[in-house]
């Protein structure tokens, strides 16, 4: 009865280093949405994966962040050469099949990203 | 003017009244979700509205298409309900969300 499981809870990294989060879907969901929160502020989408396919990636900064979801395996969130302003909470969601309007989301717990 | 507006951003109120968080937005929308986030700690979705009204225990929501506006009510307080209520709503496949209201419910 898993939920939507995000890896590492917490992450720290120094400048200049790759970033990977991980985000399993809760059983029998195809579709992926990363969003993130920085300190002090509201959550931003990012971006909106289907297996193997990227559906919107409108939210996502154009250098150093990538996402995938692969036929196999959790989705990635990848953050190359990271920076200070960086750090903040990503949350994962998913739903089941039927996109973004017609399915509620289930969120993870988060993962904690801390650049030093 | 963000296109996703709460009210109020803070708001404290003793254990056991009617508490009231409003939700206004100015796109089309084909769903609004609120979202309920404890400090330090995941999000949890509390409901998901095309129209009308839904209940699940003490919260209500309820969403009017027309004036674009939806309210997430919440019975009977208490400081567990202490968290930050966000309001997001779908808009352009894609989800786009409140500033949070913080609320504090002292015993």
């Known amino acids: 009865n898993a939920g939507v499981m995000q890896n590492p809870r917490h992450l720290v990294r120094r400048r200049g280093q790759e970033a990977r989060l991980r985000c399993s879907p809760m059983?029998?969901?195809?579709?992926v949405y990363w969003y993130r929160q920085l300190p002090e502020e509201g959550l931003k989408f990012m971006v909106y994966l289907q297996k193997e396919n990227i559906i919107d990636e409108s939210g996502m900064p154009k250098e150093r962040f990538s996402a995938e979801f692969p036929k196999e395996g959790p989705s990635i969130l990848r953050i190359q050469q990271v920076v200070r302003g960086d750090s903040a909470a990503y949350f994962c969601a998913s739903s089941p099949i039927g996109g973004q309007g017609g399915q509620p989301q289930h969120f993870g717990d988060g993962t904690r990203l801390s650049i030093l | 003017k963000n296109e996703v507006e709460q009210s109020p951003q803070n708001l404290t109120a003793q254990e056991g009244e009617f508490i009231t968080i409003n939700c206004s937005y100015s796109v089309g929308i084909s769903a609004l979700h609120w979202l309920q986030q404890h400090p330090g700690g995941g999000i949890v979705s509390l409901f998901m509205l095309s129209s009308g009204k839904k209940k699940h225990g003490r919260l209500i929501a309820t969403i009017n298409i027309q004036e674009k506006h939806s309210s997430l009510h919440i019975t009977a307080s208490h400081p567990r309900d202490s968290a930050v209520y966000i309001c997001a709503v779908i808009a352009n496949n894609d989800m786009r969300f409140g500033a949070g209201t913080r609320l504090t419910v002292k015993p």
């Open positions: 059983k029998g969901h195809s579709h």
